[in-house]
């Protein structure tokens, strides 16, 4: 049974940082690419970034541009979520997903309050 089990959310302070952490197993992470999603109360789920299997081509939405940084070791079977310069508005519950084989983790709750 696959699985995707989220780390590193919190609560952090305007303009701070967290690092996001998806740990997977039970199938070939190396082939696989990755997204981040969030989902806010009363909001839909959302994409926030996006991995090629390699790491070599990334996508983001417009609105963490410039902020969020996704990146993967396929070694350790791990794709992060650096967020640098958060904003209230990045609060959300935060989703791992593997998009081939339609797989989600739990989630890891990020907060950005003062």
């Known amino acids: 049974q696959v699985q995707l089990v989220e780390s590193g959310g919190g609560l952090v302070q305007p303009g701070g940082s967290l690092r996001l952490s998806c740990a997977a197993s039970?199938?070939?992470?190396?082939?696989?690419?990755m997204s981040w999603y969030r989902q806010a109360p009363g909001k839909e789920r959302e994409l926030v970034a996006f991995?090629?299997?390699?790491?070599?081509?990334?996508n983001y939405a417009d609105s963490v541009k410039g902020r969020f940084t996704i990146s993967r070791d396929n070694a350790k079977n791990t794709v992060y979520l650096q967020m640098n310069s958060l904003k209230a508005e990045d609060t959300a519950v935060y989703y791992c997903?593997?998009?081939?084989?339609?797989?989600w983790g739990q989630g890891t709750q990020v907060t950005v309050s003062s």
């Open positions: 997903h593997a998009p081939r084989i339609r797989s």
């Open positions: 039970r199938f070939t992470f190396s082939s696989n690419p």
């Open positions: 991995i090629t299997s390699s790491g070599g081509n990334t």
